[in-house]
């Protein structure tokens, strides 16, 4: 165990490159989907039991490796896990696993560059979630973009060219932007170790209006990076277009996970840093959040392709993350007398509320997206459209995936009983006390979350008639003819079914994954409060 | 005797003028002369300020080194540069440099 | 006036590396003499005889490291600045070399001269960087520029390889005459050739300003001709594209570095007192450079063009590390080049392998479906484009990295900033070409054919390596180029 402990997070990120490299030499194409498929249970698997063995009562970072690496740069390649990464990881493989047994079963070509590019996304985004050294977070930052540009541009739509290229470009500039604020943050603390700079709390030894610019600097330099990716409004315009191209399990990965980064940046990196800095400027963070929420969820009516509007459902979605973020960091400032505003017990406790219902927001967006995405390349794999007005009356032909369809998307709206909603009531529980008005804003977007729910998808997809003149080039999952829509077969089913109970489960237990968020959020709030 | 200032003077002109010829003449082989006619100006700059510049003692000889080696390159550069115009006369039947347009893009 | 010869500070041992390298061109000639057309063995061994010349070299270059010696009373030094640019330019001719086996005899049958050159320029190079007096500078400059003139235009059936060596000599030797003036000017403004020397005279402030100045200006310009800045650049690409592939896979990397090697020297060692005068005229030049590289680089069919473009923006990069003027800024172009030389050469050695028999040059249209056709050309190209863009894990972001610490070390955080953005710039131009290779259709399958060697693949193996490894592991080689250059009174 003692061994297991202290060599689980390499293990876990590095086996995917072994498996990479075992794909790499294998040329039959069944022994490499097999192989992925069995290669990706081992990071699962360990995911598993570092949500078992990390201690909550202890709580910070456990199972850290720290070893040096680019000694010129004073570059570690450090490791560690916390009540915020562990949830993440284990998202991640399990997203990972399901999105490599569905797609055995619907990529045909170029298979083996395929799975080669799904085992190094995954390597890249453990390795954000595990680095505690700026240096390897921004190598795995970037080399995160590498598969997902090519998973677009080789097995994307028809519009993969320019969907893919935007996805690079617009991230890189915010990747680029982050890159200047570690070195800023660099040469503020002297060291690259991710909590030593947040410790060292960067600039605030300065002259108070001096610190504000350059902390300020810092903080926009790494917003830019984080907000693209997340993506925050007006930052979102990529985000469409690549789900739109993506192929199934690339969306999967790409809303499921890849999102998640830039809300994971924000987490671990600007506000432990920037606390004060990340105060002075919570109401934009907040107001970008709260337009998101209502803008993606108007967007979303409007939209006539199912995929495209799920993309734009996500950027709604990542807008409670926002709002949740940025009302915990307006927490984060000082009273007029010059105490810490988290002094006080009911605003610490809110802005507890908000980072928890930020991270629940995070791992249930994961969860039911991914779902979403999923059962959009289910209908398209057999329709070979996703246009909504070709599609109605499903309810009937197709109970399996209507039943699917009907869990993931009440969880989406945020029913109660299922995941989303605890998601949203904590998010909006910690906003309400902290930032009332944007909070009531967004509020619009639950309701607006609800009719394109319930009127764009359910109603187009399955209520009414079915009309077969509508489309009539039906197919089997497997590409031959069919007459009209068939129901999920067996491997479709299998990689919905997990997500499915994962939902109800977190819907009735969000308590399994809480406490480790809790853990993290009180424990950053608590070293901030301390602070003043 | 002559002051430094009529040798730095004479210095200018010849290399305004082998500017000059560089700039404006089309024919490679007036362009090359123009650049020997700014080497030579050089050359005439290095020794005046040997011989009359307050900075250095008269003793070290780097003006004149300097202006030695110049010399040196400047004929490795009529040779070499006379060789690659005879060259491009071969395939183009001309040394205008106008003419010279395929590289482009 | 008396004057004697000391001999004992005639420490040739130091620049043994450079004398490797003259053995070994003349021992390449020489084999060049025994053949004749009925046995033109010796001529096939020239290669062989460079490489190993190179490779000779490399070794006394080990040998001679560590050590920090002045020779020639001041001429030129051999500190860890200067080794680490002998490694570099060994490394672009080996590969160069390795890139020209197969291809130079197909273009010109007096192959024995061209590999004899090609080691005569690596010597004017390796010299470029351990002078330490303004006539050792030019003499360097001008023996490396005479020997790229004439392989530029080596192709003499070529009309676009001799366009290309004539505008390359024209444009050359005009610049090299600016250079020489500069020389004699600062010599005018300070009484010295020697970097010493004229830092001596500047930190006393006993210097000619007018004349110091018009000098660095003058000197800039020649610098920034070898080094294509804008706005002396209009040469690289029509040089670029017209000459034979290997030479500019060679010379893209062996100039920029002995030219920036001995610019930073220049700059830090011999003039870093008037550093208020040279900044901010430098941060301004880095600035048009990465701005016209990159755009300029948008636009090219030609994929010689495009890299061309290409190295013009990384130019830009290097000199911001120099504008911020801090020392580390030698060390960080220094990585920089290193890494440089693996991606570059490696990308000219693919698009070498993509040149229909015959021509000089490959279109963006011939990378078009590649993935399919040749994935391992493909995927080795990706990884240089991927590289040259500055995307970790590999090389060229540590470089990047380097680069504009050192600009923002020198206080010069908007400059740092600025080339961040057009590094987003250039990552468009660089992905074109993967997503032409992976994401588009084979334009004419009967082009399908790429003009592979064993040299050639060992030239990209090593070439690949090193973007790679370098990238994982840079720690080392970031070490080897650590605190490299002997400053003034330092």
């Given at each position: 165990?003692?061994?297991?402990?202290?060599?689980?997070?390499?293990?876990?990120?590095?086996?995917?490159?072994?498996?990479?490299?075992?794909?790499?030499?294998?040329?039959?194409e069944r022994m490499i989907k097999w192989g992925s498929i069995l290669a990706s249970?081992?990071?699962?698997?360990?995911?598993?039991?570092?949500?078992?063995?990390?201690?909550?009562?202890?709580?910070?970072?456990?199972?850290?490796?720290?070893?040096?690496?680019?000694?010129?740069?004073?570059?570690?390649?450090?490791?560690?896990?916390?009540?915020?990464?562990?949830?993440?990881?284990?998202?991640?493989?399990?997203?990972?696993?399901?999105?490599?047994?569905?797609?055995?079963?619907?990529?045909?070509?170029?298979?083996?560059?395929?799975?080669?590019?799904?085992?190094?996304?995954?390597?890249?985004?453990?390795?954000?979630?595990?680095?505690?050294?700026?240096?390897?977070?921004?190598?795995?930052?970037?080399?995160?973009?590498?598969?997902?540009?090519?998973?677009?541009?080789?097995?994307?739509?028809?519009?993969?060219?320019?969907?893919?290229?935007?996805?690079?470009?617009?991230?890189?500039?915010?990747?680029?932007?982050?890159?200047?604020?570690?070195?800023?943050?660099?040469?503020?603390?002297?060291?690259?170790?991710?909590?030593?700079?947040?410790?060292?709390?960067?600039?605030?030894?300065?002259?108070?209006?001096?610190?504000?610019?350059?902390?300020?600097?810092?903080?926009?330099?790494?917003?830019?990076?984080?907000?693209?990716?997340?993506?925050?409004?007006?930052?979102?315009?990529?985000?469409?277009?690549?789900?739109?191209?993506?192929?199934?399990?690339?969306?999967?990965?790409?809303?499921?996970?890849?999102?998640?980064?830039?809300?994971?940046?924000?987490?671990?990196?600007?506000?432990?840093?920037?606390?004060?800095?990340?105060?002075?400027?919570?109401?934009?963070?907040?107001?970008?959040?709260?337009?998101?929420?209502?803008?993606?969820?108007?967007?979303?009516?409007?939209?006539?392709?199912?995929?495209?509007?799920?993309?734009?459902?996500?950027?709604?979605?990542?807008?409670?993350?926002?709002?949740?973020?940025?009302?915990?960091?307006?927490?984060?400032?000082?009273?007029?007398?010059?105490?810490?505003?988290?002094?006080?017990?009911?605003?610490?406790?809110?802005?507890?509320?908000?980072?928890?219902?930020?991270?629940?927001?995070?791992?249930?967006?994961?969860?039911?997206?991914?779902?979403?995405?999923?059962?959009?390349?289910?209908?398209?794999?057999?329709?070979?459209?996703?246009?909504?007005?070709?599609?109605?009356?499903?309810?009937?032909?197709?109970?399996?995936?209507?039943?699917?369809?009907?869990?993931?998307?009440?969880?989406?709206?945020?029913?109660?009983?299922?995941?989303?909603?605890?998601?949203?009531?904590?998010?909006?529980?910690?906003?309400?006390?902290?930032?009332?008005?944007?909070?009531?804003?967004?509020?619009i977007g639950i309701v607006m979350t609800a009719v394109y729910i319930l009127w764009?998808?359910?109603?187009?997809?399955?209520?009414?008639?079915?009309?077969?003149?509508?489309?009539?080039?039906?197919?089997?999952?497997?590409?031959?003819?069919?007459?009209?829509?068939?129901?999920?077969?067996?491997?479709?089913?299998?990689?919905?079914?997990?997500?499915?109970?994962?939902?109800?489960?977190?819907?009735?237990?969000?308590?399994?994954?809480?406490?480790?968020?809790?853990?993290?959020?009180?424990?950053?709030?608590?070293?901030?409060?301390?602070?003043? | 005797?002559?002051?430094?200032?009529?040798?730095?003077?004479?210095?200018?002109?010849?290399?305004?003028?082998?500017?000059?010829?560089?700039?404006?003449?089309?024919?490679?082989?007036?362009?090359?002369?123009?650049?020997?006619?700014?080497?030579?100006?050089?050359?005439?700059?290095?020794?005046?300020?040997?011989?009359?510049?307050?900075?250095?003692?008269?003793?070290?000889?780097?003006?004149?080194?300097?202006?030695?080696?110049?010399?040196?390159?400047?004929?490795?550069?009529?040779?070499?540069?006379?060789?690659?115009?005879?060259?491009?006369?071969?395939?183009?039947?001309?040394?205008?440099?106008?003419?010279?347009?395929?590289?482009?893009? | 006036?008396?004057?004697?010869?000391?001999?004992?500070?005639?420490?040739?041992?130091?620049?043994?590396?450079?004398?490797?390298?003259?053995?070994?061109?003349?021992?390449?000639?020489?084999?060049?003499?025994?053949?004749?057309?009925?046995?033109?063995?010796?001529?096939?061994?020239?290669?062989?005889?460079?490489?190993?010349?190179?490779?000779?070299?490399?070794?006394?270059?080990?040998?001679?490291?560590?050590?920090?010696?002045?020779?020639?009373?001041?001429?030129?030094?051999?500190?860890?600045?200067?080794?680490?640019?002998?490694?570099?330019?060994?490394?672009?001719?080996?590969?160069?070399?390795?890139?020209?086996?197969?291809?130079?005899?197909?273009?010109?049958?007096?192959?024995?001269?061209?590999?004899?050159?090609?080691?005569?320029?690596?010597?004017?190079?390796?010299?470029?960087?351990?002078?330490?007096?303004?006539?050792?500078?030019?003499?360097?400059?001008?023996?490396?520029?005479?020997?790229?003139?004439?392989?530029?235009?080596?192709?003499?059936?070529?009309?676009?390889?001799?366009?290309?060596?004539?505008?390359?000599?024209?444009?050359?030797?005009?610049?090299?005459?600016?250079?020489?003036?500069?020389?004699?000017?600062?010599?005018?403004?300070?009484?010295?050739?020697?970097?010493?020397?004229?830092?001596?005279?500047?930190?006393?402030?006993?210097?000619?300003?007018?004349?110091?100045?018009?000098?660095?200006?003058?000197?800039?310009?020649?610098?920034?001709?070898?080094?294509?800045?804008?706005?002396?650049?209009?040469?690289?690409?029509?040089?670029?594209?017209?000459?034979?592939?290997?030479?500019?896979?060679?010379?893209?990397v062996g100039t920029k570095a002995a030219a920036f090697a001995a610019f930073f020297?220049?700059?830090?060692?011999?003039?870093?007192?008037?550093?208020?005068?040279?900044?901010?005229?430098?941060?301004?030049?880095?600035?048009?450079?990465?701005?016209?590289?990159?755009?300029?680089?948008?636009?090219?069919?030609?994929?010689?063009?495009?890299?061309?473009?290409?190295?013009?923006?990384?130019?830009?990069?290097?000199?911001?590390?120099?504008?911020?003027?801090?020392?580390?800024?030698?060390?960080?172009?220094?990585?920089?080049?290193?890494?440089?030389?693996?991606?570059?050469?490696?990308?000219?050695?693919?698009?070498?392998?993509?040149?229909?028999?015959?021509?000089?040059?490959?279109?963006?249209?011939?990378?078009?479906?590649?993935?399919?056709?040749?994935?391992?050309?493909?995927?080795?190209?990706?990884?240089?484009?991927?590289?040259?863009?500055?995307?970790?894990?590999?090389?060229?972001?540590?470089?990047?990295?380097?680069?504009?610490?050192?600009?923002?070390?020198?206080?010069?955080?908007?400059?740092?900033?600025?080339?961040?953005?057009?590094?987003?710039?250039?990552?468009?131009?660089?992905?074109?070409?993967?997503?032409?290779?992976?994401?588009?259709?084979?334009?004419?399958?009967?082009?399908?054919?790429?003009?592979?060697?064993?040299?050639?693949?060992?030239?990209?193996?090593?070439?690949?390596?090193?973007?790679?490894?370098?990238?994982?592991?840079?720690?080392?080689?970031?070490?080897?180029?650590?605190?490299?250059?002997?400053?003034?009174?330092?």
């Amino acid at each position: 165990m003692e061994f297991l402990n202290s060599w689980v997070l390499p293990i876990i990120l590095f086996w995917p490159a072994v498996a990479a490299l075992l794909i790499f030499i294998t040329n039959d194409e069944r022994m490499i989907k097999w192989g992925s498929i069995l290669a990706s249970l081992l990071p699962l698997g360990l995911s598993i039991y570092l949500l078992a063995a990390y201690d909550q009562g202890v709580g910070g970072m456990q199972f850290v490796v720290d070893i040096p690496w680019i000694e010129p740069l004073n570059a570690s390649f450090a490791l560690g896990a916390d009540g915020l990464s562990v949830p993440l990881i284990f998202l991640t493989t399990l997203l990972s696993t399901l999105s490599i047994y569905y797609s055995a079963g619907t990529i045909r070509y170029r298979v083996k560059e395929y799975f080669l590019m799904f085992q190094l996304l995954e390597l890249s985004m453990l390795g954000v979630f595990m680095a505690l050294d700026y240096v390897l977070f921004y190598v795995f930052w970037e080399i995160s973009l590498v598969p997902m540009y090519l998973l677009i541009g080789i097995w994307g739509g028809k519009n993969r060219g320019y969907a893919s290229i935007k996805f690079f470009i617009y991230t890189l500039v915010g990747s680029v932007a982050m890159l200047l604020a570690i070195l800023g943050t660099y040469y503020a603390t002297g060291t690259f170790n991710i909590l030593d700079a947040a410790a060292a709390k960067p600039f605030m030894n300065l002259p108070a209006d001096q610190a504000l610019l350059l902390s300020s600097l810092a903080f926009w330099g790494f917003f830019l990076g984080f907000a693209f990716k997340v993506p925050s409004f007006p930052f979102h315009t990529w985000l469409p277009d690549a789900h739109t191209e993506a192929p199934t399990a690339g969306s999967v990965i790409l809303a499921g996970v890849l999102l998640k980064l830039g809300a994971y940046g924000f987490l671990r990196i600007i506000l432990p840093t920037f606390p004060s800095t990340s105060a002075y400027w919570s109401m934009w963070i907040v107001a970008l959040g709260a337009i998101a929420i209502v803008y993606g969820a108007f967007v979303c009516i409007a939209q006539t392709d199912l995929k495209r509007l799920i993309a734009y459902s996500s950027v709604s979605h990542m807008g409670y993350v926002m709002l949740g973020i940025g009302a915990a960091a307006s927490a984060m400032g000082r009273n007029p007398d010059g105490t810490s505003m988290l002094n006080d017990p009911a605003v610490f406790d809110s802005a507890a509320m908000a980072i928890n219902g930020a991270l629940l927001q995070m791992f249930m967006h994961g969860i039911i997206t991914g779902a979403l995405f999923l059962l959009v390349g289910v209908i398209y794999e057999r329709a070979h459209t996703r246009a909504l007005d070709k599609f109605g009356g499903l309810g009937t032909l197709t109970p399996y995936y209507y039943g699917f369809f009907l869990v993931a998307g009440f969880a989406s709206l945020g029913l109660p009983g299922l995941a989303g909603f605890w998601a949203e009531f904590f998010t909006f529980r910690g906003a309400f006390a902290l930032v009332p008005l944007w909070a009531a804003f967004g509020v619009i977007g639950i309701v607006m979350t609800a009719v394109y729910i319930l009127w764009r998808i359910m109603q187009s997809l399955f209520f009414g008639e079915y009309d077969s003149t509508k489309l009539d080039h039906w197919t089997t999952v497997t590409g031959e003819h069919a007459d009209g829509p068939t129901d999920m077969v067996a491997f479709e089913k299998l990689t919905l079914w997990p997500l499915i109970i994962g939902m109800f489960v977190l819907g009735f237990f969000p308590m399994l994954v809480l406490n480790y968020f809790n853990s993290f959020s009180v424990g950053m709030l608590e070293s901030i409060r301390t602070l003043f | 005797m002559v002051s430094q200032t009529w040798y730095l003077a004479l210095a200018a002109f010849v290399f305004s003028c082998g500017l000059y010829a560089a700039l404006t003449r089309r024919n490679a082989i007036a362009v090359l002369i123009g650049i020997e006619l700014m080497l030579n100006a050089v050359n005439i700059n290095l020794v005046t300020f040997w011989r009359y510049g307050s900075m250095a003692p008269m003793e070290q000889l780097s003006g004149q080194v300097f202006s030695l080696f110049v010399i040196a390159i400047a004929g490795a550069e009529a040779a070499v540069g006379l060789a690659l115009i005879i060259s491009v006369y071969r395939t183009r039947h001309t040394v205008n440099l106008d003419e010279l347009d395929m590289l482009k893009g | 006036m008396e004057t004697t010869l000391d001999l004992s500070t005639l420490n040739l041992a130091v620049v043994l590396p450079e004398l490797t390298l003259i053995v070994f061109a003349i021992l390449v000639m020489a084999a060049d003499v025994f053949a004749t057309p009925k046995n033109p063995a010796p001529r096939q061994w020239t290669p062989w005889i460079a490489l190993a010349g190179v490779v000779a070299a490399a070794i006394v270059n080990l040998s001679v490291s560590g050590r920090e010696v002045t020779l020639f009373q001041g001429a030129a030094i051999l500190d860890k600045f200067a080794v680490g640019l002998n490694y570099i330019i060994l490394l672009a001719t080996g590969l160069g070399i390795l890139l020209s086996v197969k291809y130079i005899p197909r273009i010109n049958k007096q192959v024995g001269e061209y590999y004899a050159l090609t080691l005569l320029t690596a010597t004017g190079m390796m010299m470029m960087g351990a002078a330490l007096d303004l006539i050792t500078l030019f003499l360097a400059l001008e023996i490396f520029s005479l020997a790229l003139y004439i392989l530029s235009g080596l192709n003499r059936t070529s009309p676009r390889s001799t366009e290309a060596a004539i505008k390359y000599f024209l444009l050359g030797a005009f610049s090299s005459a600016f250079f020489a003036y500069g020389g004699a000017l600062i010599y005018a403004g300070t009484g010295t050739t020697q970097y010493y020397g004229i830092a001596q005279v500047t930190a006393a402030g006993l210097a000619n300003t007018p004349l110091l100045y018009a000098g660095i200006a003058l000197l800039v310009a020649g610098f920034g001709f070898k080094v294509s800045l804008v706005p002396f650049h209009s040469w690289t690409p029509d040089v670029y594209q017209g000459a034979p592939t290997p030479v500019t896979a060679f010379m893209s990397v062996g100039t920029k570095a002995a030219a920036f090697a001995a610019f930073f020297r220049v700059m830090l060692v011999a003039l870093p007192f008037s550093y208020g005068a040279w900044s901010m005229p430098l941060a301004l030049l880095a600035v048009i450079t990465m701005a016209v590289g990159n755009f300029a680089a948008l636009q090219q069919r030609s994929l010689k063009r495009m890299l061309a473009y290409s190295s013009i923006a990384h130019a830009g990069y290097i000199l911001t590390a120099l504008a911020g003027g801090a020392a580390e800024g030698a060390d960080a172009a220094l990585f920089y080049l290193f890494t440089y030389a693996f991606m570059n050469i490696g990308a000219f050695a693919v698009v070498m392998a993509l040149e229909e028999m015959g021509a000089e040059d490959a279109m963006q249209d011939r990378a078009k479906g590649l993935g399919k056709t040749h994935p391992i050309m493909a995927f080795l190209m990706a990884i240089f484009m991927f590289g040259l863009s500055g995307m970790p894990p590999l090389a060229g972001f540590y470089g990047k990295v380097l680069l504009f610490e050192a600009a923002v070390a020198g206080g010069m955080i908007w400059l740092a900033i600025a080339a961040v953005a057009f590094t987003a710039v250039g990552a468009v131009y660089y992905l074109r070409v993967i997503a032409n290779m992976y994401f588009a259709d084979p334009v004419d399958e009967s082009a399908d054919e790429v003009n592979r060697s064993l040299p050639l693949d060992v030239g990209l193996a090593i070439a690949v390596a090193g973007t790679i490894l370098v990238g994982v592991f840079p720690g080392f080689w970031m070490n080897a180029f650590q605190q490299s250059m002997a400053l003034f009174g330092g």
